[in-house]
């Protein structure tokens, strides 16, 4: 078993600034992306960012220049750090994890969520 614990969200006006962080733990072997998603009421779940393990990142277009993804491999814990919120970036956001619990073998696992609300 893996657990992903995000915390980090909450409201923050327009143009204000939030950091998220997930830590994974439990039977790790190794973990090769981690990410952020998000999920608006009566949306589907998008692509914010990922990371890989190497340090290839990916970001959604709408979050170029705003949002950013780090990691700290050492601690299993992925970090996204948002500027310039908008109002339609409020959203449940989730941690995601690529996790190996062997050479070759892996699971996807996703965090329960963090509410992000951007609103004046």
């Known amino acids: 078993q893996v657990q992903l614990a995000e915390s980090g969200g909450g409201l923050v006006q327009p143009g204000g600034s939030l950091r998220l962080s997930c830590v994974a733990s439990g039977s790790i072997f190794g973990i090769n992306v981690m990410g952020w998603h998000r999920q608006a009421p009566g949306k589907q779940r998008e692509l914010v960012a990922t990371?890989?393990?190497?340090?290839?990142?990916n970001y959604a277009e709408y979050v170029k220049g705003r949002f950013t993804i780090s990691r700290d491999n050492a601690k299993n814990t992925v970090y996204l750090q948002m500027n310039s919120l908008k109002p339609e970036d409020t959203a449940v956001y989730y941690c995601?994890?690529?996790?190996?619990?062997?050479?070759?073998?892996?699971?996807?696992?996703w965090g329960q969520g963090t509410q992000v609300t951007v609103s004046s």
């Open positions: 990371k890989r393990s190497g340090g290839i990142t």
């Open positions: 995601s994890a690529r996790v190996y619990h062997t050479a070759y073998d892996y699971t996807d696992w």
